[in-house]
């Protein structure tokens, strides 16, 4: 019995020495990045081409998304102003909820899915087939050529996408309860306009977006970096990517919002 | 794919993301109803603010004319300090009458100037003498039902 303590306590520790040692690892590789990233700036047909992949292919889904959960938030808030009366606070409420929470945080983590994935397959596929390793060969640096450009396009694409899903959002809010239900067009606009404010709701909400493309891109293309190079391995990086970077984006929004709006009305 | 169609998309892309943050600010926001570059700063001092936040809008005649910027508490004359920051084009007399007003039944509070008859008008660092504290609730109910008590004495 007490060997069998004994093993689990162990366990735990090579469980812990190992979680700690890949975090070292993933900042090291960090770092690595951004000190390689000097060539995609010089050559940004790089960073264009996956601009393209991570961002324009992402639109479709980003749009979609956006005008829908703008559709629910106005026609769930508008039933419940309602009963007291304050419909035409439905615009504060959509745009509120929009630009400082759902659309910063719903956006990363479809765009975690979308874009992130589809990075770590394709780096992970890159070095199970030794593509890398050939780049490594001709003295082309697999980091600075393949990893930098796809990770400053996610940062890039990540604040972008962001605004245009609260847009959106708010466009979706917009259809259902002003031309559907009949909510004053003119209390939609000015109620929100009244409260959301530039610096503590936008910006911040623009500041979140930005953090949340360094790190979905980040473990991204750590991830598929790093993966086994077999099948089954960058299927596991894969799904390591969505994972996460989901819970990633969550915690870090729940500290972003603590900073950010703590003592904010 | 060709690269010039890639090039294409991509500007649409980003053309897009920059016209969404521009609607954000300016349509969402309230980036053009209040520029702070131009203002000065005025305070004054009320015996009671009630729920009066930062930020709160400063009214005049139902208009904003400025912001609340600063609440503090003064334990010379134990009363709250608030600063308000205006917008440099509506000047006001020296005499202009402060008061915490609610916006609807339950909506925010914020401060409602009436301007006065005075010459001089306020400059920046400024002190508004007359102020008006905002109702609360219960010392409203308890004046009403001390004169009830009041009246029913008289019989």
Sequence with gaps: ?265 | MQRTTMDLWVGLFVVMGVVALMILSLKVGNLNVYNPSHSYTISGNFENIGGLKVRAPVKSAGVVVGRVTDIQFSTQTYDAVVTMDMDSRFQFPKDTFASILTSGLLGEQYIGLAAGGDEVMLKEGDKIMKTNSAMVLEELIGRFLFNKAADDDSF
């Design chain 1, 1 to 265: 019995m007490p060997k069998r303590i004994v093993s689990n306590i162990r366990n735990i520790g090579h469980r812990t020495i190992e979680s700690v040692w890949r975090l070292g690892i993933a900042s090291r590789f960090f770092l690595l990045v951004l000190l390689k990233s000097g060539t995609s700036f010089r050559r940004f047909n790089l960073v264009i081409r996956e601009l393209y992949f991570t961002g324009v292919l992402s639109l479709i889904i980003i749009v979609v998304s956006g005008l829908f959960v703008g559709m629910v938030l106005g026609l769930q808030g508008y039933e419940t102003l309602q009963k007291y009366g304050s419909e035409s606070a439905v615009g504060t409420l959509v745009a509120l909820s929009l630009v400082r929470e759902l659309g910063p945080v719903v956006a990363a983590l479809l765009f975690a899915s979308r874009a992130g994935s589809a990075i770590t397959a394709e780096i992970g596929l890159m070095k199970a087939t030794e593509q890398l390793a050939a780049m490594g060969m001709m003295a082309v640096d697999p980091v600075a050529r393949v990893v930098a450009p796809r990770f400053w396009a996610g940062v890039i694409s990540m604040p972008l996408l962001a605004a245009i899903f609260s847009v959106m959002g708010v466009y979706g809010g917009y259809l259902v309860t002003v031309v559907f239900i009949g909510v004053d067009e003119g209390s939609y606009w000015s109620q929100m306009q009244s409260a959301v404010d530039f610096r503590i709701d936008i910006l911040n909400g623009f500041i979140k977006s930005c953090f949340f493309g360094v790190a979905v891109t980040a473990i991204a293309v750590f991830e598929g970096y790093d993966a086994p190079p077999t099948a089954e391995g960058v299927s596991g990086a894969t799904t390591r990517t969505v994972v996460t970077s989901s819970l990633v984006i969550l915690g870090l929004d729940f500290i972003l919002t603590a900073f950010m709006f703590r003592g904010v009305s």
